[in-house]
C-alpha cells in the first residue's frame, strides 16, 4: 500500500535538524474546523523542500542565492531587488481563432505584441482556448494586478488584440518577478532542495518546470535506495553533484534567452528595449516604436537567428548524462 500522504492546507513553518538520523518538521493546520491539533511535528528521516521560488525552507537553512545575470545580461539587473523584472499576468478563455490563418485554428502557442499602449506575449495553455497575457508591470508607478478590475483586464487584452474578442471570460489575474538566481548548495544535512526553491529562472526557453521535474527523478530513487538499504548515504551526495550543474547551466542559458529577445526588440525599434527600469521608460519605448522607421534589412533575421537556442533546445531539456557522480565511469563512453 501505498505510504504518500497529501495534505492541503498546511503549512510547514519550522524545519529543524536535532539529531544526526532525523529531521523534525512543524506544521501547521490552515483554516481547519477539525479537532485535530492546528501544530504538529512530524519527524523524518529526510525532508525534500519542494516549497517555490520564495522557499521558506531554503530560507530558514540560510542557504543564498547566487546570479550571473550582470555578466550575461547587465542591463536587465537590478542589484538592489534581485529582480529582472515585474510582469503582470491575465488568464482567459477565448476562442482567437478568427485572427490566424486556415489550417491554423488555435494559432502558435506563444504570441507577442507590440502596441502603443503595451507589449508582452500570449501562451496558450490547451492548444485551444485558454490563453495567459504577460505584460510588463511598475509597482508603486501602477495599479497592482490584484487591484484591476474585470474591464480593465478586457481592456488590456482588447489593446493587445486589437479589438474586444468575442465571449471572452476572465479567470484570474496577478503578478510575478522574473529573476533568475541558483541555489549555492542543494543540501543541508538532511534537508534537500529541488524545482524553484533551488533555481529560478526567466521563462525564456521553458526550463523551469522541467528541471524541477529532473530534480526529483533524480533525488527519488537516491533516497529510496538508501531507506531500504541498498544504497549508502554517500550515494546521496551526488545529487548535488549531478544535478547543482544543470542547474546553473539552466539559469546561465534562460538570462541568456531573455537578453536575446531584448535584442529582437531593438531591432524592431524598441529603444531601449526590454527590461525596462520604469514605466516612463517603458512607455517612450512603445511611442518611439510607433513612429521608428523601417529597420535595417537582414537585423530582425539575424536577431531571430541568434536566438535559436531558446527555441532549440531539446538536448538542454533532456538527454544529457553526468560524467560524474552516482555512477563511475568506466572509459567507455
Not at 265 to 293: C, D, T, V, W
Amino acid at each position: 500500500p501505498s505510504r504518500a500522504h497529501v495534505r492541503f492546507g498546511h503549512l510547514v513553518e519550522l524545519v529543524t535538524q536535532d539529531g544526526e538520523d532525523s529531521v523534525c518538521v512543524t506544521v501547521s493546520r490552515q483554516g481547519s474546523r477539525s479537532e485535530e491539533p492546528k501544530k504538529y511535528r512530524v519527524r523524518c528521516r529526510f525532508v525534500v523542500a519542494c516549497d517555490g521560488a520564495g522557499s521558506r525552507i531554503r530560507g530558514s537553512l540560510g542557504i543564498p542565492l547566487e546570479t550571473t545575470v550582470p555578466q550575461i545580461h547587465p542591463a536587465a539587473y537590478d542589484p538592489e531587488a534581485g529582480i529582472i523584472q515585474h510582469h503582470a499576468w491575465i488568464y482567459f478563455k477565448c476562442d482567437l481563432s478568427c485572427y490566424f490563418r486556415q489550417g491554423h485554428p488555435y494559432g502558435p502557442s506563444l504570441w507577442w505584441f507590440h502596441t502603443p499602449s503595451g507589449h508582452g506575449h500570449f501562451t496558450n495553455y490547451n492548444g485551444r482556448d485558454e490563453w495567459v497575457m504577460h505584460m510588463p508591470f511598475f509597482p508603486g508607478e501602477e495599479r497592482h494586478p490584484n487591484d484591476w478590475s474585470t474591464e480593465d483586464c478586457l481592456a488590456r487584452i482588447a489593446s493587445a488584440v486589437g479589438e474586444r474578442p468575442p465571449a471572452i471570460g476572465i479567470r484570474g489575474k496577478g503578478a510575478w518577478q522574473m529573476t533568475c538566481a541558483v541555489a549555492s548548495t542543494y543540501r543541508a544535512g538532511r534537508v534537500f532542495l529541488a524545482g524553484d526553491a533551488c533555481h529560478r529562472f526567466p521563462p525564456s526557453g521553458g526550463h523551469g518546470q522541467n528541471t524541477g521535474v529532473q530534480d526529483v527523478h533524480n533525488l527519488a530513487w537516491k533516497i529510496s535506495a538508501v531507506l531500504h538499504g541498498w544504497g549508502g548515504e554517500g550515494l546521496l551526495d551526488s545529487y548535488e553533484e549531478e544535478r547543482w550543474p544543470v542547474g546553473r547551466f539552466n539559469a546561465d542559458q534562460s538570462a541568456r534567452n531573455n537578453r536575446q529577445m531584448a535584442e529582437i526588440e531593438a531591432a524592431i525599434g524598441m529603444q531601449p528595449s526590454a527590461p525596462f527600469k520604469n514605466l516612463a521608460a517603458y512607455r517612450g519605448s512603445l511611442e518611439r516604436l510607433a513612429h521608428a522607421p523601417p529597420s535595417e534589412p537582414g537585423a530582425l533575421r539575424r536577431a531571430i537567428l541568434r536566438s535559436a537556442s531558446h527555441w532549440m533546445s531539446e538536448g538542454q531539456g533532456s538527454g544529457f548524462t553526468y560524467e560524474e557522480g552516482a555512477l563511475v565511469p568506466d572509459g567507455t563512453a
